[in-house]
């Protein structure tokens, strides 16, 4: 790669980051070797011609080290929880700001685009709304209002948002039986989108979900649904393909077939949620060199393919989390797990290079 000023000053703050952990660790009296010169990394906000995201918790940028680290490598932060609906409102629906604004705060300091997570997900319904006590009709204001609200709220400062997540259910492809389902009818879907829209006329919208990668039914639903509400003219931008993938499956081929089918109907794909468990089986105690090169493969495959869609289809790829000790992944599979880009001790994983490598055409 042809050595930019912006690259070898972009290698230069991360020479300061390392500086900054091993003064950081002293302190601590935490032991960790000093990085290998073939550590020395590339940003990859600075070689991406897309967005690179990064899921965020708020208090997590109250550490020097790691707000520097997003800040350097990614040009995209979404909430890893703060602006899911339980949690941007208290249990009698109050609105929770703080943490959002934070959030957006540090954003627009260091030049990030803020993806929107999720205005809807039947995981994270709020009692106000679970219990809620008024007619259907009212139910369906208050949903409204709500959407109107946040989406307002953030209108100068969210780029993009997952209007609904997760709305199929595994192997059958029918639609969850949430709260939403239940007491706005089976058409809800449409009309949360036409909500945000209302809202917002210029933020990109997104239907996200897991699954649609290795459910044929769940992948069929959900491009039905997409078919459907492009005819009747409801207001969608693009799909996110939850990317929580092992190293070994599902298969490139699928993933590659589900991004094609999304780029058929001219929207945008968001490699959303991405992580790369090396631990399925649970046959693991500690990292191992050779998991580590097949995840380093998988994440090369899969930046590949990405970058081989039309640009104009190219949305962003979105990290689930910055450190591996820091994934949902781990109470999740209640296995050890190293899922992400960086070590515990915020150095980039081989996959960070297949990562690079897959930018760079290396
Ligand atoms: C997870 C977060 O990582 C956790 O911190 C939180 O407690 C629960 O949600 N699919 C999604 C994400 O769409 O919102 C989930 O995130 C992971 C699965």
């Known amino acids: 790669m042809a050595i930019t000023t912006k690259c070898i000053h972009s290698r230069f703050i991360l020479l300061f980051l390392w500086a900054l ?13 000093e990085p290998e010169p073939s550590n ?8 991406a011609p897309f967005p690179v995201g990064v899921a965020l918790q708020s208090s997590r940028l109250g550490s020097a080290l790691h707000s520097q680290l997003v800040r350097t490598v990614f040009n995209s932060v979404t909430a890893e929880y703060e602006m899911k609906m339980r949690h941007m409102t208290s249990p009698s629906g109050d609105y929770i700001w703080d943490p ?3 959030l957006i705060a540090f ?5 990030m685009q803020v993806h929107g997570h999720a205005l809807v997900w039947h995981q994270s319904t709020p009692s106000w709304l679970e219990n809620f006590r008024g007619t259907d009709a009212e139910f369906e204001d208050a949903v409204k209002n709500y959407i109107t609200n946040v989406v307002g709220r953030y209108k100068d400062d969210v780029v993009s948002w997952d209007v609904i997540n997760e709305a199929f259910e595994d192997g059958s492809g029918a639609l969850r039986n949430s709260v939403f389902r239940r007491r706005m009818g089976p058409d809800y879907i449409a009309r949360l989108f036409q909500y945000a829209r209302d809202a917002d006329p210029d933020v990109l919208l997104f239907y996200n979900d897991y699954g649609t990668i290795w459910d044929t039914a769940k992948r069929d639903a959900m491009l039905s649904m997409v078919d459907d509400l492009q005819t009747r003219g409801v ?14 499956t599902p298969p ?7 991004m094609d089918a999304v780029v058929q109907r001219g929207l945008l794909v968001h490699i959303s949620e991405m992580d790369v468990r090396v631990n399925p089986q649970g046959d693991l ?15 090369k495959d899969i ?11 190219q949305f962003a790829i979105t990290w689930w989390g910055l450190r591996d000790p820091e994934s949902w992944l781990i109470d999740f599979w209640g296995n050890p797990e190293w899922g992400l880009l960086f070590d515990a001790e915020y150095r980039p994983k081989p996959a960070y290079e297949g990562f690079l490598e897959a930018l760079t055409g290396n």
């Open 107 to 111: 954003a627009k300091e260091y030049d």
């Open 100 to 102: 959002t604004d934070e």
């Open 235 to 248: 207001p969608i931008d693009g799909i996110g393909l939850q990317m929580h993938i092992t190293y070994n």
């Open 21 to 33: 952990l091993i003064l950081g660790c002293k302190d601590s009296s935490v032991v960790v070797q």
């Open 252 to 258: 490139l081929s699928n993933i590659v077939a589900v």
């Open 303 to 313: 930046v590949t393919a990405f970058m081989d869609l039309p640009e104009a289809n």
């Open 40 to 47: 020395e990394y590339t940003p990859l906000r600075s070689v």
């Open 285 to 299: 105690s500690e990292f191992t060199s050779v998991r580590s090169e097949l995840q380093k493969q998988r994440v």
